[in-house]
T-cell receptor
Framework: DQQVKQNSPSLSVQEGRISILNCDYT??????FLWYKKYPAEGPTFLISISSIKDKNEDGRFTVFLNKSAKHLSLHIVPSQPGDSAVYFC????????????FGKGITLSVRP | DVKVTQSSRYLVKRTGEKVFLECVQD?????MFWYRQDPGLGLRLIYFSYDVKMKEKGDIPEGYSVSREKKERFSLILESASTNQTSMYLCASSLGGGTLYEQYFGPGTRLTVT
């Protein structure tokens, strides 16, 4: 039973354009959401997070949007750069769960020069 | 900066061997985690620990055990390695308490069981 879903396995965008990575979740108890970025042969690195009390969080070129009623979040990268090419994981957690995260399967983003 | 290190980047073991994967973090984090990453399956939690000598099963604990004798060190043990345990193993740590904190990952160990 997959509680965090990233239904598109890959995304290809042109450099300078917007990348939109989507994530859906089924567990209504989730109240904290994170995005991680992973390069090959490296561990994932934290990118940005959002609490369920917000609907938007922005950090430089990265913005995460949360739609609680739809149980949907998205990561926007503007403008996209070739160095953004990586696997992006969406993760979710419940307050009080010892920071235990449930991850999606990941989306491979390719940014074409 | 938080640093999470893993004992090996690449490891090749034979079927039936006992395998130890070591993870050390240097930020006094209470929580530590072991995941495996497989193509098309994402990151799946094997075990986690929220305190010394405390452990809880994750989503796929079968065939694995863990040990946490010191706060900074969390070991994953494959009692009898099998070919279906060939994978990328990732260790992570985070601050504890009821507040949510992001997890910091090590570089991973690519384990091949032949």
């Amino acid at each position: 039973d997959q509680q965090v879903k990233q239904n598109s396995p890959s995304l290809s965008v042109q450099e300078g354009r917007i990348s939109i990575l989507n994530c859906d979740y089924t567990n209504s108890m989730f109240d904290y959401f994170l995005w991680y970025k992973k390069y090959p042969a490296e561990g994932p690195t934290f990118l940005i997070s959002i609490s369920s009390i917000k609907d938007k969080n922005e950090d430089g070129r990265f913005t995460v949007f949360l739609n609680k009623s739809a149980k949907h979040l998205s990561l926007h990268i503007v403008p996209s750069q070739p160095g953004d090419s990586a696997v992006y994981f969406c993760a979710a957690s419940v307050t009080g769960a010892n920071s235990k995260l449930t991850f999606g399967k990941g989306i491979t983003l390719s940014v074409r020069p | 900066d938080v640093k999470v290190t893993q004992s090996s980047r690449y490891l090749v073991k034979r079927t039936g061997e006992k395998v130890f994967l070591e993870c050390v973090q240097d930020m006094d984090h209470e929580n530590m985690f072991w995941y495996r990453q497989d193509p098309g399956l994402g990151l799946r939690l094997i075990y986690f620990s929220y305190d010394v000598k405390m452990k809880e099963k994750g989503d796929i604990p079968e065939g694995y055990s863990v040990s946490r004798e010191k706060k900074e060190r969390f070991s994953l043990i494959l009692e009898s390695a099998s070919t279906n345990q060939t994978s990328m193993y990732l260790c992570a740590s985070s601050l504890g308490g009821g507040t949510l904190y992001e997890q910091y990952f090590g570089p991973g160990t690519r384990l091949t069981v032949t």
